[in-house]
Nanobody, 127 residues
Framework: QVQLVESGGGLVQAGGSLRLSCAAS????????MGWFRQATGKEREFVAA????????YYAESVKGRFTISRDNAKNTVYLQMNSLKFEDTAVYYC????????????????????WGQGTQVTVSS
C-alpha cells in the first residue's frame, strides 16, 4: 500500500513557476513508476508527465513538453513536477500517481495503469 500526498500548488501569474511535490509512504517507492495527471474544471483528467522507477526515463504530454520537468528522489520517497512558463490553460487540480513495476523500468502514461493516487493539489494560473 502506498499513500501519496501532494503539495506545492497555489496561485501564480502567467509566465511564473511552481514546483509540486508528492511524498509517498511505504518502503517500496523505488519500485513504482510515478506520474502526474491534471484535471481542469469540466474536463477529464489528463496525463501530464511520468518517470521510471530509477528516474532514467521520462515522458511528457505535448502540451507541457519543454516547460515542465518531472524528477524524483528515491531517498526521500518524493517525486517533483517543476512547472515553468505557466499558462492560464495549466490551471487544474494536479494529481500524483504510482504504478507498481517491481524491477521493471517500464513507464505508464495511461490513467488505468496507475495503482495509487493522491488527493490532488490546486494550481491556478492567472492571465
Amino acid at each position: 500500500q502506498v499513500q501519496l500526498v501532494e503539495s506545492g500548488g497555489g496561485l501564480v501569474q502567467a509566465g511564473g513557476s511552481l514546483r509540486l511535490s508528492c511524498a509517498a509512504s511505504g518502503r517500496t517507492f523505488s519500485m513504482h513508476a510515478m506520474g502526474w495527471f491534471r484535471q481542469a474544471t469540466g474536463k477529464e483528467r489528463e496525463f501530464v508527465a511520468a518517470i521510471s522507477r530509477t528516474g532514467g526515463d521520462t515522458y511528457y504530454a505535448e502540451s507541457v513538453k519543454g516547460r515542465f520537468t518531472i524528477s524524483r528522489d528515491n531517498a526521500k520517497n518524493t517525486v517533483y513536477l517543476q512547472m515553468n512558463s505557466l499558462k492560464f490553460e495549466d490551471t487544474a487540480v494536479y494529481y500524483c500517481a504510482a504504478d507498481y513495476v517491481g524491477w521493471s523500468t517500464r513507464v505508464a502514461t495511461a490513467e488505468y495503469e496507475f495503482d495509487y493516487w493522491g488527493q490532488g493539489t490546486q494550481v491556478t494560473v492567472s492571465s
